[in-house]
């Protein structure tokens, strides 16, 4: 499976990757995860860049009610910070990644989903919690639509907490789509908009 993100607001994250498994990803067993992904925010009065890269290999657990996951591996970034004109870049850093996910249907109608990563390489947190009912408003295009919540924190203090809503689980040709939109809030200045967008697709 490939797969791509992105969330733009006061601070902007793409990434993208793939997803592996020795038999198939829609099935209990061992699973490995690549990806690539870049970011920047404000810092004071100036920004931050961040590029990073990860590889990832866990388990997945196929239940009546859902989907468990849970990874570990490692990671490395790299940071350049801009101010006043100059550009300083920050060393390679490397650390582990550990990686779970929930994919939970309580009822019929129902999506709850929870994901936490952890980096030790950028001393990161990121998490977000998601609940959805499922729509029909026509045939074809059924999501589940409800309100979510995700914290991001790092070595350098930055905090960032989003709410909003999402839609989840819906598909535009061979391509399976998960959007948001809502309030950002950082320490550092007001509330402002964010709009966040994920697609998957088969190999």
Request: no cysteine.
């Amino acid at each position: 499976m490939l797969f791509g993100s992105l969330e733009a607001g006061p601070s902007t994250f793409v990434g993208t990757g793939a997803k592996l498994a020795l038999d198939r990803i829609d099935r209990e067993g061992f699973v490995a995860l690549a990806s690539l992904g870049a970011g920047t925010r404000r810092e004071g009065a100036g920004r931050r860049e961040t590029a990073t890269g990860a590889a990832v290999v866990g388990y997945q657990w196929f239940r009546d009610w859902g989907v468990i996951a849970a990874y570990g591996g490692i990671e490395g970034s790299v940071e350049a910070l801009t101010m006043g004109g100059a550009t300083r870049f920050e060393p390679v850093r490397l650390g582990v990644r550990l990686h779970g996910e929930v994919w939970a249907r309580p009822a019929e109608t129902t999506l709850l989903t929870a994901t936490a990563i952890l980096d030790s390489s950028r001393t990161a947190a990121w998490g977000r919690l998601s609940w959805g009912w499922r729509l029909e408003p026509w045939p074809g295009w059924n999501p589940y639509l409800g309100p979510e919540f995700a914290l991001y924190a790092d070595r350098t203090g930055y905090r960032k907490w989003n709410f909003g809503v999402h839609a989840t689980d819906f598909a535009i040709g061979r391509f399976s789509l998960r959007t948001s939109a809502g309030l950002q809030f950082e320490p550092q200045g007001p509330a402002s908009p964010y709009v966040a967008l994920t697609v998957w697709t088969p190999w």
